[in-house]
């Protein structure tokens, strides 16, 4: 039963421009949701996270989005740079604190 | 680098074995958290470990066991190999129980099992 899905399993996106990531969740149980970026050959770094009572989170370049009513968060990057360029994994925090994580979308941004 | 480590950082070994994966997490941090990654999945939660002790359990098969000892240091032991068990093994540690937030990620295990 995959509680965090993230459908598209890659996106691409020119320099410059705005990269959107989408994920969906099932259990309204959720209290906190993550995002999490990770580089071939290293683990996943903590990116940006939303409690279940916000609607934006902005940190920098990276905001994240919370619909509740649809179980859907998203993940902006304005703009998009090269560097950019990695696995983005969308996470949701139980109450007792375990991550459930989504499979995960490739982000390839162009110079 | 997230202050995580784990050893080692490859493995290859044949069905039917037993192999033990290590973490050291930041100083300071008391939890835990092993994660298998398999092709094609995301990252599945397997256990955590707050202070020596198991805290919370995921998706982990009998054959897999950990621990967490007085250094806080942690091992994932996992036995009677099977191909299907060829993944990414990551551990990630957090200062508290439920700030799994602030989790801070390994460079991970790659194990393949032939």
């Known amino acids: ?111 | 680098d997230s202050g995580v480590t784990q050893t080692p950082k490859h493995l290859i070994t044949a069905t039917g074995q037993r192999v033990t994966l290590r973490c050291s997490p930041r100083s300071g941090d008391l939890s835990v958290y092993w994660y298998q990654q398999s092709l094609d999945q995301g990252l599945q939660f397997l256990i955590q470990y707050y202070n020596g002790e198991e805290r919370a359990k995921g998706n982990i098969l009998e054959r897999f066991s950990a621990q967490q000892f007085p250094d806080l240091h942690s091992e994932l032991n996992l036995s009677s190999l099977e191909l299907g068990d060829s993944a990414l093994y990551f551990c990630a540690s957090s200062p508290s129980q439920t700030s799994s937030y602030e989790q801070y990620f390994g460079p991970g295990t790659r194990l393949t099992v032939t």
Not at chain 1, 54 to 82: C, Y
Not at chain 1, 84 to 91: G, I, T
Request: aromatic share 14%; net charge neutral; with cysteine.
């Open chain 1, 1 to 111: 039963d995959q509680q965090v899905k993230q459908n598209s399993p890659s996106l691409s996106v020119q320099e410059g421009r705005i990269s959107i990531l989408n994920c969906d969740y099932t259990n309204s149980m959720f209290d906190y949701f993550l995002w999490y970026k990770k580089y071939p050959a290293e683990g996943p770094t903590f990116l940006i996270s939303i409690s279940s009572i916000k609607d934006k989170n902005e940190d920098g370049r990276f905001t994240v989005f919370l619909n509740k009513s649809a179980k859907h968060l998203s993940l902006h990057i304005v703009p998009s740079q090269p560097g950019d360029s990695a696995v983005y994994f969308c996470a949701a925090r139980f109450y007792d604190g375990k991550l459930t994580f989504g499979q995960g979308t490739i982000l390839t941004v162009h110079p």
